[in-house]
């Protein structure tokens, strides 16, 4: 199972920036780093640890895969222009700019909901990670206002103060009340 995932993992990397077929000039980066950066890299820590796989580590996974993807869609809505004139396909080129503070914004404000509703139902601990929101709304104003230099390393940023409270959360809740 290790050499599998290992071996899916290096041809992932190879394809994401081969000239002519690498996976940035198809438009399919976004969901590849969804996927690796989520639930792929939880089930293989998962696996590791305990020896099989289980479809529950899945919840853990999805706010820190969305803030993730955030990093790189904002990456690449700063970037248009240039992509495009390099002959790179992204997501935020295809559905343009609008389209693109939406999705930013559904990336970095959805595990929000998924933490407010983990905390109702399990532990009050799993607020930790909203401590986050004024940062998050502050990106969200810059989006707006299409001021991208500094969008990417500032989404970054967010998604490391994310997950350290989110692992704060798991790590004060009382044993017994977290989702199996």
């Keep these: 199972l290790i050499c599998s995932i290992g071996n899916m993992l290096t041809i992932v990397v190879f394809f994401w920036s081969s000239i002519g077929i ?8 976004d969901i590849i780093i969804l996927i690796t950066f989520g639930p792929l ?9 305990v020896g099989y796989l289980a479809i529950s580590p899945l919840l853990y996974a999805i706010p820190l895969a969305l803030n993730t993807e955030a990093i790189l869609h904002s990456n690449n809505t700063r ?14 080129i295809i559905i343009g700019p609008t ?7 559904l990336l970095i404000f959805i595990p929000y909901i998924i933490f ?8 009050i601990s799993l607020t930790l990670p909203l401590l986050t929101v004024p940062l998050a709304f502050s990106l969200e104003r810059q989006f707006r206002s299409q001021h991208y230099a500094k969008i990417p390393q500032k989404t970054a940023k967010l998604n490391f103060l ?3 409270f989110y692992v704060f959360g798991i790590l004060l809740a009382p044993p017994g009340t977290l989702p199996n």
Excluded at 41 to 49: C, G, H, R, S, W
Excluded at 79 to 92: C, L, P, R
């Design 41 to 49: 890299a939880v089930m293989f820590a998962y696996a590791v640890q």
């Design 162 to 164: 994310l997950g350290l």
């Design 22 to 29: 690498g996976f940035k000039y198809f438009a399919l980066g």
């Design 116 to 123: 407010s509703i983990l905390a109702t139902h399990y532990t």
């Design 99 to 105: 389209l693109s503070y939406i999705v930013y914004n």
């Design 79 to 92: 970037d248009m222009e240039s992509d495009k004139q390099a002959g790179i396909v992204t997501f935020a």
